[in-house]
């Protein structure tokens, strides 16, 4: 299995929308080792360059 890059790289916008809905599922948490927040890091890393 190969990662190929996306064609449109994720977006804050994008990163709040999963980490809410993440969230409706687990009871309003989201766990510091999951998808969404990797994805708020790397979002946030991106975006503070």
């Known amino acids: 299995m190969s990662k190929k890059p996306s064609s449109k790289p994720m977006t804050a916008a994008d990163v709040a929308r999963i980490q809410s809905a993440t969230a409706k599922q687990s009871g309003g ?3 510091k080792d999951s998808f969404v927040a990797r994805a708020q890091r790397t979002v946030a890393k ?3 360059k």
């Open 29 to 31: 948490g989201v766990s």
């Open 46 to 48: 991106k975006d503070s």
